[in-house]
């Protein structure tokens, strides 16, 4: 008997779960767009964006999702024939790299696999062998989606500094932004992209793009720009029309008023951070042990070393076919979706069968992990999957603190 009725939970890594709060703010006629509460509102979204950001430089909005967002930051960052370094550590930095070679950029791919972090000694090494410095942008991935692993972006920017190269650091933060710490003046980040639909809790259709003075300086000649990417423009807009290029993006802003109110006006960010980290903690929990004892490795975490995994999503891999009937028997059975597995599998085999991803990002709490748990320990049972159980036990105790 399926026990699905009552209300669902999404948890896949984005679109993520919405506040109430923010649905409601949106419901609402079509406001004027060249003078009234809207117009009024923007400096203080700017405002509250460059905090999420931990930046006292510039954002720029656009109407678009992440992968518009990339191309917002492309555009503004290169000129055609430039060189870029790409560091690969999932399906969204390779993603990065090819839109960026599109354009005619030359890109350098380190590709570090699916299951581990970027190795800084090899970005130096890399930086070190560019004697003429003719790399101007070093692309790295703040949290892969497709494999959860968090990139120590600090790090990164060290093996720079290292290597006396003065490229700049563009950081892929559509995953983690509004959910792992992010501090993009204090790490030496000069381009940071996101979108709306994540961390930040609104519908998808808004990209951020975060530059530094540094960056808009040394991007000044850039040859890709175009009208309506251009940066310039846009951080320095003083009407309203100038913040979009045109038509603003009406509903979205009056959600994202009401989502910034909540993280950084009401919770704070440094909370909202370690809510997502205790709740990833005992995502984990529950993985480590029903991946243990007999039938042990059927389960398994993607990134082994906690200090490189995302607080926002969790990639695991759980022997095919069986990541999919969990998924399928989830859903149908008990109202809880989630993630498909992305760019892990072998060459050549059906990839998602054999991994799953859990979103954990933007409006979680404690009872959402739990019955997302809790629902997924069930399905292990009801398909015979090999498993230890006890994994709901463990995360509670995470939840409890002991
Ligand atoms: C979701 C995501 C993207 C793509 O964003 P879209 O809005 O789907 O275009 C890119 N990079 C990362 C790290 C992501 O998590």
């Known amino acids: 008997m399926s026990l699905s009725q009552g209300r669902t939970i999404l948890a896949i890594p984005g679109p993520s779960v919405m506040p109430d709060r923010v649905l409601n703010a949106m419901h609402n006629a079509a406001p004027n767009i060249y003078a009234g509460p809207l117009v009024e509102a923007m400096p ?14 510039h954002v720029a909005i656009y109407i678009g999702n992440g992968h518009a967002a990339w191309e917002a930051a492309n555009t503004n960052m290169f000129s055609a024939g430039d060189h870029a370094l790409s560091l690969v550590t999932g399906r969204f930095g390779e993603g990065w790299g090819q839109s ?32 003429d410095h003719k790399i101007k942008v070093v692309l790295a991935t703040h949290v892969d989606t497709s494999t959860s692993v968090r990139n120590d972006i600090p790090a990164i920017r060290a093996a720079i500094d290292a ?5 700049l650091l563009a950081v892929d933060c559509i995953a983690s932004m509004g959910c792992d710490r992010f501090e993009m003046d204090a790490w030496g980040v000069d381009v940071a992209v996101a979108a709306s639909q994540k961390g930040l809790m609104v519908p998808p259709g808004l990209g951020f793009v975060w530059l530094s003075d540094k960056a808009r300086v040394a ?37 994202l008023r009401e989502s ?20 990833a903690r005992a995502v984990w929990a529950a993985f480590d042990v029903w991946g243990t004892g007999p039938g042990a490795g059927a389960v398994e975490l993607n990134i082994a070393d906690p200090a ?3 607080h926002a999503v969790t990639a695991a891999r759980i022997t095919a076919p069986m990541a999919t009937r969990l998924r399928e028997w989830c859903e149908r059975e008990a109202g809880l979706t989630l993630g498909i597995g992305l760019g892990m599998a072998q060459p050549g085999t059906p990839e998602s069968h054999g ?23 069930a399905g292990l049972r009801a398909l015979g999957a090999p498993h230890s159980p006890g994994g709901v036990g463990a995360a509670a105790a995470v939840i409890a603190g002991v």
């Open 219 to 255: 991007c000044a000649t850039s040859d890709r720009r175009t009208p309506y990417w251009d940066w310039t423009v846009r951080t320095a807009a003083t009407e309203f029309w100038m913040y979009f290029g045109g038509t603003a993006p009406t509903h979205h802003l009056m959600g």
């Open 44 to 57: 203080a979204i700017v405002a509250d964006l460059k905090t999420v950001a931990r930046t006292g430089h």
């Open 260 to 279: 910034l109110n909540m993280l950084v006006h009401e919770e704070g960010l440094d909370h909202v951070w370690a809510r997502h980290a205790t709740l």
């Open 308 to 310: 490189y995994r995302s």
């Open 163 to 167: 290597a006396g190269h003065p490229a």
């Open 355 to 377: 991994f799953l991803r859990v979103g954990h990002m933007g409006h979680v709490n404690a009872h959402m992990i739990l019955g997302t748990l809790g629902v997924m320990e």
């Open 100 to 131: 960026v070679g599109a354009l005619g950029v030359n890109v350098q791919a380190i590709d570090f696999g699916r299951r581990g972090p970027v190795d800084p000694a090899q970005v130096e090494q890399a930086l070190r062998a560019d004697r």
